[in-house]
């Protein structure tokens, strides 16, 4: 596990180069959002030490694997652990797969669950610390984005990926189809693109790449793609 300073707030964790989570540091010690593959809690947890800090809570952007691996094993460490997710996606977290009235999207997989259970249900709007949950359906059902308000950041989970430029998830790319393939709803990804990018963020921070500063431009034309891809869908 790699460990990448990107502010002096914003930690980045990666492993195999493609993989993160991040701590971003409160007044009161560390948020984790997300908590990567399963085997990354030791590292995390030695990483923060080293910081300065413990981890406080936890908050989860979705409950893919690659997202919740390593929430029991955290979970277990600190007893009482604060454990934050939107309210939707809460139920894939406990492999609950039904859908709503009036949601569609493909076969939804790669949930396997936790035992651990959340201490806390978002809604669009709420705050963890100084991070704002803002819904970002698409990807998956609930999936949740996170704004810090003190600078801008913007923890975007999986609603975009910067592996290769900055790409919005449902976009099918033929050399980096994974944005497309992994997604659950194409047009809900690109709505939800168009309203992260409308919070003009001063930093974008992902699920899988690198934190890229001033990204709106690059975006604008994520968006864009996303929109033509889907209207092509419907012709």
Not at 175 to 189: D, E, G, H, I, V
Request: proline share 4%; hydrophobic share 45%.
């Amino acid at each position: 596990m790699k460990l990448i300073q990107e502010t002096d707030r914003l930690i980045r964790f990666t492993r195999f180069g493609m993989i993160n989570c991040f701590l971003v540091k409160e007044d009161d010690g560390f948020t984790l959002v997300d908590t990567g593959l399963a085997g990354s809690s030791a590292g995390i947890i030695d990483s923060a030490l080293r910081l300065g800090a413990s981890i406080r809570r936890v908050i989860l952007t979705h409950a893919h694997l690659d997202h919740i691996g390593s929430l029991d094993s955290l979970a277990q460490r600190f007893p009482g652990l604060s454990i934050a997710i939107g309210q939707r996606e809460a139920r894939l977290l406990r492999r609950d797969f039904a859908l709503d009235a009036g949601e569609s999207g493909k076969w939804l997989i790669g949930f396997p669950g936790a035992k651990a259970a959340p201490t806390l249900l978002l809604q669009e709007g709420d705050y963890v610390g100084s991070l704002q949950a803002v819904c970002s359906p698409g990807h998956t059902p609930g999936h949740m984005s996170y704004l810090d308000v003190r600078d801008g950041t913007l923890l975007a989970g999986d609603s975009f990926t910067t592996q290769t430029g900055i790409v919005a998830a449902g976009v099918f790319k033929f050399y980096f189809p994974f944005p497309a393939w992994f997604s659950w709803n194409k047009m809900l990804a690109a709505e939800s693109a168009k309203k992260l990018r409308d919070l003009k963020p001063a930093r974008l921070a992902v699920g899988h790449g690198r934190t890229v500063d001033s990204p709106v431009s690059a975006m604008d034309k994520a968006v864009d793609l996303a929109f033509r891809q889907c209207e092509k869908l419907l012709h």
